[in-house]
């Protein structure tokens, strides 16, 4: 069995959403495309609408499934085949409670393994992602400040997960609202 | 670190899952979920959890592998299981979510955040490959509802392109 991995939050903290500007250059065009499609619009689905038209992303037909409804485009940037999709519903958070949860994702159709450790600054994480299975981080915004999670299950957070691939490598950042009553 | 986080497999602020499935983890076999009490929500264990994440993560990338990567080739046929496989992790995905999920007493909402992250990992992944998931447009963009079968998808592994219109 692959040992579970434990990474304690050391330096996750305080690290701001705007803290990789657009302008940084020597980030790689799977971890701009994320910074430009998901973080900077906060994963809001009209945001990402924005963000992805201005890429000249080209859309698929919306699904709807239960209560959640998907939007998927194709773009091309700097020569990588990219997939942005955006969803936005709500899910169930035990029997009787729900809880509105929005999602970003970007996947590159290349190997991404080496570009990895972005996310995890991004994320306010010191360590580098595992690069053979998926990792996620789960944090807290505070004015711009990634912190650690209460720990509360019914809080608003974060989730940024990474699904790394030889062939394939998604990124996924989640904005989980607070439990309605 | 608790005893309870021993049986933690998302223990630690930042949860780590095998996104393959492959790495000898017991899981859920998907035909036999937990059997419902009538009177309390299911419950389930942190190896039922991990066991059914990892299914449906590896999944979702075993889809973006074989119809995304390497578009073309794929019979109606096939497309019809891996749809039908996919709905069916769903549907067990949202009823865990329904369920009494175990408590991580080091971070909280390890469980449900896996869940969730995997039921819209899933959900695009199906998407993005063409499998024939229902597709219809919000009511709300003004749109009537349509779907198109396995046979009606196009096989280059995409839904048909569109350039972004007024109905987003």
Same mark, same amino acid.
């Given at each position: 069995m692959r040992s579970v991995q434990v990474l304690f939050?050391?330096?996750?903290?305080? /690290?701001?959403?705007?803290?990789?500007?657009? $302008? $940084? /250059? $020597? /980030?790689s065009p799977f971890f701009g495309t994320f910074k430009t499609m998901c973080a900077d619009t906060r994963a809001d689905p009209d945001a990402v609408v924005k963000a992805v038209s201005g890429a000249g992303g080209l859309a698929s037909a919306p699904v709807k499934v239960d209560n959640t409804i998907a939007k998927e485009w194709r773009i091309s940037i700097g020569g990588r085949v990219m997939l942005v999709s955006s969803s936005a519903g709500k899910s169930p958070a035990g029997a009787h409670r729900e809880r509105q949860i929005i999602d970003c994702e970007i996947t590159s159709l290349n190997d991404e393994r080496a570009n990895l450790a972005d996310f995890a600054k991004w994320a306010g994480v010191g360590s580098e992602p595992d690069t053979s299975s998926a990792t996620s981080y789960a944090f807290q915004e505070r004015e711009g400040a990634h912190l650690a999670n209460t720990g509360n299950d019914s809080d608003e957070h974060w989730v940024l997960a990474i699904h790394p691939g030889e062939r394939v490598t998604t990124v996924q950042l989640m904005h989980v609202m607070a439990v309605a009553p | 670190m608790s005893s309870d986080d021993d049986d933690n497999p998302f223990h630690g602020l930042y949860q780590f899952f095998a996104g393959s499935g492959n790495d000898g983890t017991p899981s859920i076999p998907v035909s036999d979920p937990p059997a419902k009490n009538s009177s309390a929500p299911t419950s389930y264990t942190p190896a039922q959890v991990k066991g059914l994440v990892d299914e449906a993560n590896g999944f979702a990338t075993d889809l973006y592998n074989r119809? @995304? @990567?390497? #578009?073309?080739?794929?019979?109606a046929a096939e497309k019809a299981k891996d749809l039908a496989r996919a709905q069916q992790l769903q549907g067990q995905l949202s009823q865990m979510l329904q369920g009494a999920l175990p408590q991580s007493t080091a971070t909280g909402q390890n469980y449900e955040n896996n869940i969730h992250g995997a039921s819209d990992y899933l959900l695009h992944a199906a998407v993005n490959s063409g499998i024939g998931w229902h597709v219809q447009i919000p009511e709300a963009a003004g749109g009537a509802a349509f779907g198109f079968d396995n046979n009606e998808? #196009?096989?280059?592994?995409?839904?048909p392109p569109q350039k972004i219109g007024p109905l987003y």
């Amino acid at each position: 069995m692959r040992s579970v991995q434990v990474l304690f939050c050391l330096s996750c903290l305080l /690290v701001p959403f705007g803290a990789w500007a657009a $302008d $940084d /250059v $020597d /980030v790689s065009p799977f971890f701009g495309t994320f910074k430009t499609m998901c973080a900077d619009t906060r994963a809001d689905p009209d945001a990402v609408v924005k963000a992805v038209s201005g890429a000249g992303g080209l859309a698929s037909a919306p699904v709807k499934v239960d209560n959640t409804i998907a939007k998927e485009w194709r773009i091309s940037i700097g020569g990588r085949v990219m997939l942005v999709s955006s969803s936005a519903g709500k899910s169930p958070a035990g029997a009787h409670r729900e809880r509105q949860i929005i999602d970003c994702e970007i996947t590159s159709l290349n190997d991404e393994r080496a570009n990895l450790a972005d996310f995890a600054k991004w994320a306010g994480v010191g360590s580098e992602p595992d690069t053979s299975s998926a990792t996620s981080y789960a944090f807290q915004e505070r004015e711009g400040a990634h912190l650690a999670n209460t720990g509360n299950d019914s809080d608003e957070h974060w989730v940024l997960a990474i699904h790394p691939g030889e062939r394939v490598t998604t990124v996924q950042l989640m904005h989980v609202m607070a439990v309605a009553p | 670190m608790s005893s309870d986080d021993d049986d933690n497999p998302f223990h630690g602020l930042y949860q780590f899952f095998a996104g393959s499935g492959n790495d000898g983890t017991p899981s859920i076999p998907v035909s036999d979920p937990p059997a419902k009490n009538s009177s309390a929500p299911t419950s389930y264990t942190p190896a039922q959890v991990k066991g059914l994440v990892d299914e449906a993560n590896g999944f979702a990338t075993d889809l973006y592998n074989r119809y @995304v @990567v390497t #578009p073309g080739g794929h019979t109606a046929a096939e497309k019809a299981k891996d749809l039908a496989r996919a709905q069916q992790l769903q549907g067990q995905l949202s009823q865990m979510l329904q369920g009494a999920l175990p408590q991580s007493t080091a971070t909280g909402q390890n469980y449900e955040n896996n869940i969730h992250g995997a039921s819209d990992y899933l959900l695009h992944a199906a998407v993005n490959s063409g499998i024939g998931w229902h597709v219809q447009i919000p009511e709300a963009a003004g749109g009537a509802a349509f779907g198109f079968d396995n046979n009606e998808l #196009p096989d280059s592994g995409l839904v048909p392109p569109q350039k972004i219109g007024p109905l987003y």
